[in-house]
Structures are given as C-alpha cells and as structure tokens.
C-alpha cells in the first residue's frame, strides 16, 4: 500500500490526477501538464516533494563521515549553505545524487525518494567514529516554491527577509507562524525555495501560502511538469539518466566530484582511472531538428550506426520542440553533431546542444 503526503487532501481538493510515485500517491497533474508547466516558469507553482528522503546526521565525525559518503568537498560548505552531490558505490556507479545541507547542529541529506530505504541502509553500513544519523522523512514536509514570483509570494507570509538568502543557501524563520527551514534551491530552473516543515502544521503553510500567491495565479504543479521543467535544465533524473550503471563523470556531474579532496571517498580510485582515460561515452542534450518526441530506450545513431539510446525524452513546452537526455560514445559528443533518433520505426532528426536547454529561466546564480 502506498503513502501519502501531509498535503494529499489538498491534491484531492485541487482535482489532482494521482498516481503512485515513489511509494506515494502524488499528483501527475492538475490542470494540465503544459499549463502547469508555463505557470512556473512566468509566475509561481507549488510542488509536493515531501516523497523526497530526509536524513539528518550529526556527531564528532559527521562532517568525515559525509565527505567519505559523498564526492563533493562538504568541508567547504558554512553554515546554512547547501550543495548538491552524489553518493557513488565502490565501482563509481551511482548509489544516488543528493543535496546536502550544513546546519548549526547537524547535517541534512536530501535524497530521493525512491531511494530513501536503500540510501539509508547504505548511510549506516559505512558508518564509523562518532557520527549518529535519523531518516525524518515522515516528521518534516517538504514544499517547493518555484518561479520568478517565488520571492515576492513567500515573502508575504515569512518572518524573515528572504532577499539575502543566495542560492543553494538556507535561512530559517517563520512561513505562516511556523518554523521553517527556507533554502533557496529547485530543480526548475526558476529562483524559487524549498521548505522544510514539520509534518503535523504542513497544511497551515499550503493553505497560507495558495492564498498568498492568489495575486500571482499561484497554482499547485503535478509530477508531469516537474519532469518537463527538470529537464528543460538537464537536471539529471535517478532511475533514468544515471543509477549505479553509470558514473558521475560520464553523466556530467564532475563538477561535484572532487577527485583530490583529502581522504578520498568511497568509488574515487575507480573516478580516478575514469577520467585519466576519459569517459567512453557521455550524457548530452540533443534537440530534435524533425517534428518528433524522443522516449527513453530509444537508438541514437551517427552516420547510420548505433553509438547510444535515450534516458530521458519529451516535448519541452518552453522551446516547443522534442528534447532528450542521451548516452552516446564520445566522439560523437560534441556540440553541433548531427544525430538521428529511431522513433517508431524511422530515423529522425536531433543535433548535440549545450545544456541547458532551457537557457531564460530565473534562477540566481
């Protein structure tokens, strides 16, 4: 039996379209995936990501212990800065990406949602020294605020100015009378924060919050949108465009894999050899040139040989054209390669472009 999240009589009030997602029943959609889409990226939607896993980690080792258990650098994160990273198996293979938080007294992972349970038995397989760890998935929610109205509707029911708060940082104050951990973070592309609430006041802030944003048509924004809006930015997504089958490097994550940070982590040796060779294959943005929707699964060829397939794919309502995440073999990587697609039987279309694909959204940098 799946889940549900502290906000699922409101998805069922607002006519959501609910699926399992995760272990959790969450909506696909309200008013439509297109709509919903746009509505982000001109003014303000509201996402339910409270499926995501939440594990806090404190002790003398914490700080150790994650940067053994993660490849970005978490030494150099201050208080109430965020950073995204990737925990990775012994063989470079991906266990799962994740966004880490440094707080006064502990640590906050936020993981997948599909992979909360695995990620958590993994986390504690490895643990050592003093560091002590609790999956609060089900005692926090989690909301995503998304969209160049994003600042201007929370702030009208937060206690504290959010304007300061720079992105991937966290402040914590009051949103509708509650304390809220406030991160301005996002897979949209758009300026927008992430709250982090307790589970039992979760409906206090959606309900202030939707009257809040009623000036800007706020609206809540289902599954489907998140998809299209993620990978409109190449936003990898775990499942499809990386999972312990591929490694950050070849996904194009090696900006977070730091390969010479002092006592390594766990999948460096193998990271290491990975890119002295250089990866043999990468994950790159193609733009179809044909009136086509790429899927994921499907062939990519050069020059009537196959050299990859697709993991994610989709008609990008920004750019309204067909757009796909793809493993293709490196020398055929480069921007403004000409490639086709094989979609139900002919071969359409598609040129290497640089990420991201949607290149206007808000977000601060």
């Known amino acids: ?41 001109t003014t303000v939607g509201v996402f339910d990501v409270s499926h995501m896993g939440r594990i806090r980690v404190w002790g003398a080792n914490a700080l150790q212990f994650i940067n053994r258990m993660t490849t970005n650098d978490a030494s150099s994160l201050e208080v109430y800065q965020a950073q995204y990273s990737v925990m990775c198996y012994p063989d470079g293979g991906i266990v799962d990406d994740l966004v880490v938080y440094r707080l006064p007294d502990h640590f906050l992972l936020v993981v997948n949602g599909a992979n ?66 406030i991160s301005r973070t996002g897979y949209t592309g758009e300026d927008g924060f992430e709250l982090y609430i307790p589970a039992e006041q979760a409906l206090k802030v959606w309900d202030e919050l939707m009257a809040a944003g009623k000036e800007f048509e706020i609206e809540p924004i289902g599954l489907g949108a998140r998809d299209t809006l993620r990978l409109e930015m190449k936003y990898c997504l775990y499942g499809n465009d990386i999972d312990q089958t591929t490694n950050p490097l070849e996904a194009g994550l090696g900006f977070v894999v730091k390969l010479d940070k002092p006592g390594g982590f766990i999948g460096a040796e193998v990271l290491q050899q990975v890119a002295k060779e250089k990866p043999r294959r990468r994950l790159v943005c193609l733009e179809m040139q044909d009136r086509a929707i790429p899927r994921p699964k499907l062939s990519v060829f050069a020059n009537g040989n196959p050299i990859g397939f697709v993991t994610s794919g ?12 793809a493993y ?38």
């Not at 490196?330 to 094989?342: M, P």
């Open 1 to 41: 039996m799946s889940k549900t999240t502290p906000f699922y009589s409101r998805h069922l009030a607002a006519g959501g379209k609910i699926v399992e997602f995760a272990g959790y029943q969450l909506p696909l959609q309200f008013r439509g995936i297109i709509p919903e889409h746009h509505r982000v990226r």
């Open 116 to 181: 909360n349970e695995k990620d958590t038995a993994w986390l504690k397989d490895h643990l050592f020294g003093d560091v002590q760890l609790e999956n609060v998935t089900t005692e926090v929610a989690q909301l995503a605020v998304q969209g160049p109205k994003a600042e201007l509707c929370l702030q009208k029911i937060s206690s504290i100015d959010l304007s300061p708060i720079g992105f991937y940082w966290a402040a914590e104050g009051k949103v509708a009378g509650v304390d809220v951990l």
């Open 314 to 325: 989709t008609l990008s309502p920004s750019l309204n054209k067909g757009i796909a995440l």
């Open 328 to 365: 293709i073999q490196r020398e055929s990587a480069s921007v403004g390669t000409k490639l086709t697609i094989e979609i139900r039987g002919e071969r359409h279309q598609a040129v290497v472009v640089a990420p991201p694909f949607y290149k206007h959204g808000s977000r601060k940098k």
